[in-house]
């Protein structure tokens, strides 16, 4: 079988398949037939309260970057250093620091680091931070610098006694993609940002009273359990997200926006008649889905009524909504979707399996789309499969520094790096076997990757970055995933057991890994991922 080698980086953007929430977008279009109910349809709890969750928040600090090896400043105005000053105290209990010898010497950046906080936030949730030099300082690189423990505030209140929400540390990534000379002295701490506490959902009533307050909490715990909402105040209830909806929190609040208070037979049945024909003409699709949803299982039996219709969006729609209630009938009609080359809404169908089948029948679609002709596919089932935590992509971490992930089920070589969220290296159609007669080398020039014809191992050699004339050199294999671990593992100790590596930052590695697959000493595609939108 030939094997592609694409030449330029590709960006994974995400599939536009519409603008619904978790999937398609609104349809119907101009002309559609107004479905408004002509009686009344009863309360819902988003007319009564006023409904309050954290957006994402924008988040800056101050911090330091150190282990610069000489590209850094001491520059930073007074307030800052003060504040850093007393921060580092925190950061070394019971050690005497000398400030001014800490921040001021060329090892050592003070650095601006700005996160977005992601909405209804998870404590221990980790996201994406952006590191830069301060304006008019003379740091010249934080290429290689280790961000240290930073507070994180909403943007505009350092300096106020404000709460800390999160906080952010870890290793500067700077992107070796960009065909323009690269700015080192801004970067990224890719997953470094950590929240700090758990965020929940506030329901304000417009009129408070004790006894619609208690009505309200005693039907969002009947749909979702007994601990979901309790009274905090006559008028006030807080609520948490729970563990089945952590994926898709923005759908959860609006589930119970759209949640009635009144709930008789009669009544019901006549909301369901109404949002079907709505969802069927897709009018006001998302809200008549999520209200379908709300309703509960009594709204199945319509809904299997909307899964042979020929508008592939509303079989989406209502197949998903049945398996987020709990109903297996709707899976047959999401994987038909999902496996269909025609469809536009192949990954929207395969994220609503992973998120509402059973787990076993989640992972078999996902590991039979592994093998699709289209790679964004086989990366959106691979994506599920870690969601899953499948053992057919198996995981390892590497220097301690990030992940190589094979998955040796697909027939079509590829090779895939993170530039957000976890650093990660996924290898498509493990184990990828490098051709003989090697030689590569880095942008550079500090790696050499080098295997003449007939040479049984591949000769790995690294120049020190920080110490002219030394040279390291190490053997590997002819498999990449060991390329991987030569370049990328800690070096060892004189007397340490075990072979080690060269130490290579994972920005460099990624970087070195699309120069092989162009020069051909990888057959296989290579795929970047996006970078992180902060600012």
Known sequence: MKIVIRKKVFVITAVLVGCFIGGCGEGGGRGAKDLRPAIDLGTTIGSLVKMSWPESVKLEGYGLVVALKGTGSGECPPGIRTYLGQHLQTLFPGRRIDVSKFIGGSDTAV???EGIMPTIASKNENFDVRVSALDGTQT?????????????????????????????????YLDKFVTSKINKRGGYVLAGGKVLDEYKITLELHDPDLRTTNNIRNRVNELFGDVTAKVILPGRLEVKVPAKHKERKKRFVSIIEMTYLAHNMEIINERINIFIRKL?????ADASEIALEAIGNRSLVGLNTLLTVSNEQVRLRAARCMLNLGSDAGLMTL???????????????????????RRNDAARI????????????????????R??????VTQELVGSNFYLEQIAQTEQKAVFVSRSGQPRIALFGAPIQCSSGIFVRSEDGNITINAPSGQSYVSIIRKHPYRPGVVAQLRSSFVLSDIIRTLCEKPK??????????????????????????????????????LPEIG
Do not use: H
């Open 140 to 172: 010249t690189s934080l290429e290689g610098g280790w961000l240290l423990g930073t507070e994180l505030k909403p943007v505009g209140t350092f300096g106020i006694a404000t709460k800390i929400v999160a906080e952010a540390k870890g290793t500067v």
């Open 493 to 530: 100790a004189e007397g340490e057991p075990g072979r080690g590596g060269l130490g290579v930052p994972y920005a460099d590695v990624i970087a070195l890994l699309k120069v092989m697959c162009d020069k051909g000493a990888v057959k296989a595609e290579f795929w970047a991922g996006n």
């Open 280 to 284: 069927t003409a897709l009018q006001d």
């Open 387 to 392: 969601k899953l935590g499948d053992i057919s």
């Open 366 to 385: 996902s590991q039979r789309l592994l093998r699709d002709a289209d790679f964004r596919v086989r990366l959106a089932a691979y994506e599920q499969l």
């Open 111 to 113: 650095v601006l680091v």
């Open 335 to 357: 994987r038909q979707i999902a496996m269909d080359v025609k469809s536009a809404y192949r990954i929207v169908a395969l994220e609503s399996i992973t998120v509402g089948a």
